[in-house]
C-alpha cells in the first residue's frame, strides 16, 4: 500500500509582530495603498521552463498539474513572464523608498550581498498580501508542478537587493537559495543596464561547485544562461536551492538595479526539507530567525499530524472514511482510495506519519541547538574559493546601529547579512 502525500496547508500570518518590526503608523512612511490582485498582478505564462535536467519545455498551463502519485518537483526555472503591472511596479518601488528611509533595521549587508532589505513581510501589508495571494501562488505552483506557499519564515517574503552601478562585487555571489524557490520579480529597467546579469550554472548540483573551483569561477559561456528581463514587472520562477546562480556586478546602468526576490516552499511533505536555516539563524536578527524556523518545522510536523488526526487508516473514501483536512486542504483525488488496508498497513502508515513529524522537530531542534550543520556556502568571487561562512559588515547606508537586537559585526553568530542562499544538506528523505 503506498502512502499518499501529505500536502500542508499554507499557515496562517503570525500573530503578532517581532519587536522592532511594526508597519509604520506615520501614513507617508507606509504602503501607499493596499494590494488589489487586479491592479497590481499582470500574471502571464512563461514561454517554456527549464527542468532539473535542462531541458527547454515549452509553457503549457492545460499540461502543468501536480500528480499526487509521483510528486517531483521537476522545474529548474522559467523564462521571464510578467507577474507586476507597471502599477504594481511603481507602488512596490515607492513602498522600497519609504520602508529604506523609515526602517533602516530592514537594511542588512555581507560580504555576498552589498545590500538587501529584508522583513518587508512584516512591515508592509502590501508586500505580505502580495507574496500570499493565491492567483500568484496558484500560478508558481502551476509553474512548478509543485504546490507552493509564501515560505512560513517571513523574513523571506520580498526581500529587495539592491545592485549599485559601478560596484566592482557582484550583485549575488554564486550561491544555491536556502529556500525552495524564489520568484524575482525585476523592479528596474535593466534594458540600459550593462551587467547586473543573473546568470545560471546549467549543471547538476552536484558537479556545480566542482566547476566553479576547477575553473576559478571562470565559467565557460556555454554552461550559462543568462536571464534577459523584457522590462520592470518582468520576473523567472526558479528552484534556486538546485541551481547554482549569480549576479553580475552592475557596469553602467542609468540606476541601481533593484529585484524583489519571494521565497516559496513546497506544501508537499514528501520532497526533501529543501529549507537550509543555519544562514538565516546568523545572518537575521536573533531574536526573529529561531521563532520563525521553529514555525516552519512545527507547520511541517503539524502536516503529519493532522493527517493521523484526520485518521490516516489508508481506506479508501468509502462509507467509513472520515472526511480528511480542514479548510483550504487538499485531498488528492485518488489519493488512498482503492482497497482497504490489512489491519498492518494502516498501522505503519500511522507509524510512517508519527515518525515523520517526530523526525521534523528533531531535525528543527538539532539545527537550532547547533548539533546539526546545514549549511553549504557560497563562492566568493574576489578570493576565488567556496565559503562555508558569510562574513558580515555594514552596508551603504547602513549606520550598524538600531540593527534589532544584533550585537556587533565580525562575529559570525551576530551577522548583520541575513541571507536566504547556500546549500542544504538537511535532507529528510522518504
Ligand atoms: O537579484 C536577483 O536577480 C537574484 C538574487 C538571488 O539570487 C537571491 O537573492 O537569492
Ligand atoms: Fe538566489
Redesign the pocket.
Known amino acids: 500500500m503506498s502512502s499518499p502525500p501529505v500536502i500542508a496547508s499554507p499557515p496562517p500570518f503570525p500573530s503578532s509582530l517581532p519587536d522592532g518590526f511594526s508597519i509604520p503608523s506615520d501614513p507617508s512612511a507606509g504602503d501607499p495603498c493596499h494590494f488589489d490582485a487586479s491592479k497590481h498582478l499582470a500574471l502571464s505564462n512563461p514561454e517554456y521552463i527549464v527542468t532539473l535536467d535542462f531541458q527547454k519545455v515549452p509553457f503549457s498551463p492545460t499540461h502543468a498539474s501536480f500528480d499526487p502519485a509521483n510528486p517531483h518537483p521537476r522545474l529548474a526555472f522559467t523564462a521571464p513572464f510578467r507577474v507586476l503591472s507597471d502599477e504594481g511596479v511603481a507602488v512596490a518601488r515607492q513602498i522600497m523608498d519609504r520602508q529604506a528611509k523609515a526602517c533602516p533595521q530592514i537594511m542588512q549587508s555581507d560580504d555576498r550581498?552589498p545590500l538587501?532589505l529584508r522583513g518587508l513581510g512584516y512591515t508592509s501589508p502590501f508586500i505580505r498580501h502580495l507574496n500570499e495571494h493565491t492567483s500568484l501562488t496558484s500560478h508558481l505552483s502551476r509553474l512548478a508542478s509543485d504546490p507552493v506557499c509564501a515560505h512560513p519564515m517571513v523574513l523571506n517574503y520580498g526581500?529587495i537587493?539592491v545592485?549599485a552601478v559601478g560596484a566592482d562585487k557582484p550583485?549575488?555571489a554564486w550561491?544555491f537559495?536556502s529556500v525552495d524557490y524564489?520568484l524575482?520579480v525585476?523592479l528596474s529597467d535593466t534594458r540600459e543596464m550593462q551587467g547586473g546579469e543573473?546568470q545560471v550554472l546549467m549543471k547538476g548540483k552536484e558537479s556545480a561547485i566542482g566547476t566553479l573551483e576547477d575553473t576559478g569561477g571562470m565559467v565557460k559561456e556555454e554552461d550559462l544562461l543568462t536571464?534577459k528581463y523584457p522590462g520592470p514587472g518582468w520576473a523567472i520562477f526558479m528552484q534556486?536551492s538546485s541551481m547554482l546562480?549569480?549576479?553580475t556586478p552592475v557596469l553602467t546602468s542609468p540606476h541601481p538595479?533593484t529585484?524583489l526576490?519571494n521565497s516559496y516552499t513546497s506544501r508537499c511533505l514528501t520532497f526533501r526539507d529543501r529549507t537550509s536555516a543555519k544562514v538565516f539563524l546568523d545572518g537575521d536578527p536573533s531574536h526573529v530567525a529561531p521563532g520563525e524556523y521553529a514555525r516552519y518545522k512545527a507547520w511541517r510536523a503539524r502536516a503529519w499530524l493532522e493527517d493521523v488526526v484526520g485518521g490516516v487508516w489508508g481506506v479508501g473514501e468509502g462509507d467509513f472514511a472520515p472526511k480528511r483536512g480542514g479548510e483550504g486542504r487538499e485531498r488528492q483525488p485518488g489519493a488512498g482510495a482503492g482497497a482497504r488496508a490489512s489491519s498492518d498497513e494502516a498501522k505503519q502508515l500511522a507509524l510512517q506519519h508519527m515518525r515523520r513529524a517526530i523526525a521534523e522537530l528533531e531535525h528543527g531542534v538539532e539545527v537550532l541547538e547547533g548539533t546539526r550543520e546545514d549549511v553549504v556556502g557560497y563562492w566568493d568571487e574576489v578570493a576565488g574559493v567556496w565559503k562555508r561562512e558569510i562574513r558580515v559588515g555594514v552596508g551603504e547606508g547602513t549606520a550598524g546601529e538600531g540593527r534589532l537586537g544584533r550585537d556587533v559585526v565580525g562575529s559570525r553568530a551576530v551577522a548583520l547579512g541575513g541571507?536566504?542562499?547556500e546549500r542544504a544538506s538537511n535532507e529528510l528523505d522518504v
Do not use: A, P
Open positions: 550581498t538587501c526581500q537587493n545592485g550583485v549575488d550561491h537559495d524564489v524575482v525585476m543573473l536571464v534556486g546562480h549569480h549576479v538595479r529585484s526576490i541571507r536566504k542562499s
